[in-house]
């Protein structure tokens, strides 16, 4: 569990700035997801004390791909299909079916060339395990975090540098964003999501809408970049 206290040792988690998931030329483009590099590049000139990324990189059968199964009712977007959890087989879970996106060894895989990775401290590789679904950072759909899955212990990174709290930004807001920050904050953390540094794939009311109600439910703050909580950051240096 982070520390919970008067101190303050914040990190910046970066969610899938990847190639596949900006516009032009993403297989799972969210609009405008190129767009927000800038707002994050500000961010990561920030004395925060961890900086970390993320990425999908899946291998080319990965389960949530709508061509990893044969019939043809299966398409990506509108189809979801139920898988079952590969530790404990009782144990099944519902997930939509994308398009081919972040395969090893491809551009689409890369995080954006506009993202200033110099200032990066480490990279999560997540949803390397062709079995299960990982929207999160922290663990994989039924909470599993194993070494087939991602590169390393997010949370243990984060504990035994001393964070205390956690701002959250990238791509996807009702996906991979929104379920990296509620897994920060049943770790303990002090989460918040700067709302100018995300883009979601549904950005309406059903979409990022019922995402920010989520986050806020679970006791997360959805900021902006000029808010208190960045203004407390900037004041570290």
């Keep these: ?22 516009p032009p030329d993403g297989a799972l483009a969210v609009a405008g997801g190129r767009e927000i590099a800038s707002v994050i590049n500000s961010l990561l000139s920030l004395p925060f004390a961890l900086k970390i990324a ?3 990189l899946h291998p080319q059968d990965h389960i949530s791909f709508a ?10 977007f509108d189809s ?18 994308w398009p081919v996106h972040c395969v090893q060894g491809t551009k689409g895989a890369q995080i954006i060339p506009e993202i200033d990775v110099s200032n990066v401290d480490h990279i ?10 990982m929207f999160s950072a922290f663990a994989d759909v039924f909470g599993n975090r194993t070494l087939i899955a991602t590169n390393m212990d997010l949370a243990r990174c984060l504990n035994e540098a001393g964070i205390t709290d956690v701002f959250t930004v990238g791509l996807a807001g009702d996906f991979c964003v929104k379920c990296t920050a509620l897994d920060a904050r049943k770790e303990g ?29 679970a006791g997360i703050n959805v900021i902006s970049i000029g808010g208190p909580e960045i203004e407390k950051v900037k004041r570290l240096q």
Aim: glycine fraction near 4%; aromatic fraction near 6%.
């Design 67 to 76: 061509a990893s199964h044969k019939s043809s009712d299966f398409k990506a």
């Design 54 to 56: 993320t990425r999908d």
């Design 189 to 217: 953390f002090h989460v918040y999501v700067v709302e100018e540094a995300i883009r979601s794939v549904d950005a309406e009311e059903k979409g990022w809408g019922s995402a920010k109600h989520e986050l806020e439910m």
């Design 124 to 133: 999560v590789e997540k949803g390397r395990d062709s079995r299960v679904e």
């Design 80 to 97: 979801t299909i139920r898988i079952t959890n590969p530790d404990e087989q009782s144990q099944s879970h519902e997930i939509p079916l």
């Design 1 to 22: 569990m982070a520390a919970i206290g008067d101190s303050f040792k914040p990190a910046l988690l970066i969610v899938d700035m990847q190639e596949d998931f900006c």
